[in-house]
């Protein structure tokens, strides 16, 4: 949660991109930040961070700083293929009713690669059925909790209560985008931390040939140094 170079670049990415999405911002040159991740699938290499932070006027030290830069993702998939791939809902599995909630507090999430590490950004999705699905839940369970005089009314809330936000690169949604789009996510996310797939598929053979979770962590530390 402390401040840092990584998170000041993240905030000011998320930030341009809020503003180049907005219906007051028109004119292709205005959109630099959308068609540079549209000619470049939606990445942004940590050689091409400096450039960014020039464009988007940061007071970095970018001699300094690009040593603390790292590469950075965009999983934006209903803005990179259009409206056939907004997320699905996790809930109904479908999208007919799904929108953009907005950007979650923290900016990126952070991905454990081979060599070094990068960050992933992305936003929340809402689906207005499962939230009229849930108030209506909701006000029955309270109507018959309160209509039982040994029932808690709190209890039977609770039982209806489900999520009706979710991130772009929820888990259970990911199989869900057409033409396989999900593959794409490049990262398996934990509740906080990430790992890049590449590193998975390289797990998978050495911890079969019997290297230990300890040595593995060791050769990554070595990589990363």
Request: proline share 5%.
């Amino acid at each position: 949660k402390s401040d840092g170079v990584m998170r000041e670049v993240l905030e000011a990415v998320q930030n341009r991109i809020k503003h180049e999405e907005s219906p007051s911002c028109k004119g292709l040159n205005e959109k630099w930040l959308l068609k540079y991740l549209g000619d470049n699938e939606w990445s942004i290499p940590r050689n091409k961070i400096p450039w960014i932070v020039k464009k988007l006027k940061l007071k970095h030290n970018t001699s300094l700083f690009k040593y603390y830069y790292t590469s950075l993702d965009v999983w934006l998939p209903d803005s990179r293929w259009g409206p056939r791939h907004m997320p699905c809902c996790p809930n109904c599995k479908h999208n007919n009713a799904v929108g953009v909630h907005g950007y979650s507090g923290h900016p990126g999430r952070k991905v454990i690669g081979q060599h070094e590490n990068y960050y992933i950004l992305g936003r929340r999705y809402i689906c207005s059925d499962c939230k009229k699905e849930k108030k209506r839940l909701k006000q029955a369970a309270e109507s018959a909790a309160k209509a039982a005089a040994n029932v808690d009314v709190e209890i039977e809330i609770t039982k209806v209560d489900f999520n009706i936000t979710f991130m772009g690169w929820d888990k259970r949604i990911l199989a869900l985008f057409p033409d396989g789009r999900g593959k794409q996510f490049p990262a398996t996310l934990t509740k906080r931390s990430g790992l890049c797939n590449h590193l998975i598929d390289l797990m998978r053979p050495l911890f079969n040939k019997g290297m230990r979770p300890e040595a593995f962590s060791d050769l990554l530390l070595e990589l990363h140094t």
